[in-house]
Antibody, heavy 120, light 109 residues
Framework: QLQLQESGPGLVKPSETLSLTCTASGGSIGSSNYFWAWIRHPPGEGLEWIGTIYYSRSTYYNPSLKSRVTIPVDTSKNQFSLTLNSVTVADTAVYYC????????????WGQGILVTVSS | EIVLTQSPGTLSLSPGERATLSCRASQSINSRYLAWYQQKPGQAPRLLISGASSRATGIPDRFSGSGSRTDFTLTISRLEPEDFAVYYCQQYGNSPPFSFGQGTKLEIK
């Protein structure tokens, strides 16, 4: 059973870079069986898909965030990450890493989520 | 860009009643690419339904999904206390490749 765990700072200053890491266990980041994603949940709002990376290293990002987002992968550590530049208070949210099976598009596995607050 | 609109925003029902939640797409989508999730406070979302009507592993059969093209429905046949939560529909495979509806909050009346 694939398990995911987010880690990173819970507080980021405006205009700085938000960096989170997701560590996978029970499955390989390098496997062609899965895709990997970041999703966020701002307070009082709905879920927002941020981006997805596939085994082929193809990445897709939410158009509204595309200019500020990257999702790198470190197969040696079985991790993938989220980098979001030039954050504002509007980026305050619970950030989830998630995964699903290649060839499908559902998010079958989720981390527990990490609250990131953007504040000076 | 495909936009998913869920209704109602909030649904107030009692345990034992039937719940019907709607998800409408701004353009026709392949029903294979429509999913539903349940999210409880402080928890990550949980996949309920994929392919518009296929229950995920371990999901009780009181949950069912239906629909096609632009109109999709999640039905909970008889509400249990643990079913009160927020429900999201999600599409995949279009433009953008993934997106969620804004959610329906199912609350106890």
């Amino acid at each position: 059973q694939l398990q995911l765990q987010e880690s990173g700072p819970g507080l980021v200053k405006p205009s700085e870079t938000l960096s989170l890491t997701c560590t996978a266990s029970g499955g390989s980041i390098g496997s062609s069986n899965y895709f990997w994603a970041w999703i966020r949940h701002p307070p009082g709002e709905g879920l927002e898909w941020i981006g997805t990376i596939y085994y082929s290293r193809s990445t897709y990002y939410n158009p509204s965030l595309k200019s500020r987002v990257t999702i790198p992968v470190d197969t040696s550590k079985n991790q993938f990450s989220l980098t979001l530049n030039s954050v504002t208070v509007a980026d305050t949210a619970v950030y989830y890493c998630a995964s699903g099976y290649s060839g499908f598009g559902t998010f079958d596995y989720w981390g527990q989520g990490i609250l990131v607050t953007v504040s000076s | 860009e495909i936009v998913l609109t869920q209704s109602p925003g909030t649904l107030s029902l009692s345990p034992g009643e039937r719940a019907t939640l709607s998800c409408r797409a701004s353009q026709s989508i392949n029903s294979r690419y429509l999913a539903w999730y349940q999210q409880k406070p402080g928890q990550a979302p949980r996949l309920l339904i994929s392919g518009a009507s296929s229950r995920a592993t371990g999901i009780p059969d009181r949950f069912s999904g239906s629909g096609s093209r632009t109109d999709f429905t999640l039905t909970i046949s008889r509400l249990e206390p643990e079913d009160f939560a927020v429900y999201y529909c999600q599409q995949y495979g279009n433009s953008p490749p993934f997106s969620f509806g804004q959610g329906t909050k199912l609350e106890i009346k």
